[in-house]
Nanobody, 125 residues
């Protein structure tokens, strides 16, 4: 599975942005697709995840209530809708997928086999 992340850009505090993660093949029904981010000098951070088979989503506390993950089966694409953006949300955002991962490991990037190339999000103050 190849993943292509897109949609990043430069926005101002309080703005919204939608990132897309397009898969090269059908990932719904058996894959978990997550978003991670990494800011300069910081460790990679879990943002949120969509479990296609259950349609459930989970989010990091830092983005809960502001970010929403959704999926489009027909397009093999997962979206990350980011609202009320803050400067601390600035990072390179990556999507990742796994076909075999347990819920308690969703936050762990090491458990994902497939990664997109990343898209830069910069939020100016």
């Amino acid at each position: 599975v190849q993943l292509q992340a897109s949609g990043g850009g430069l926005v101002q505090t309080g703005d919204s942005l939608r990132l897309s993660c397009a898969a090269s093949q059908r990932t719904s029904s058996r894959f978990v697709v997550a978003w991670f981010r990494q800011a300069p000098g910081k460790e990679r951070e879990f943002v949120g995840v969509l479990n296609w088979s259950t349609s459930r989503t989970y989010y990091a506390d830092s983005v809960k209530g502001r970010f929403t993950i959704s999926g489009d089966n027909a397009k093999n694409t997962v979206y990350l809708q980011m609202n009320s953006l803050k400067p601390e949300d600035s990072a390179v955002y990556y999507c990742a997928a796994s076909s075999s991962i347990i819920t308690s490991s969703y936050y762990n990037g090491e458990m994902y086999s497939y990664w997109g190339q990343g898209t830069q999000v910069t939020v100016s103050s």
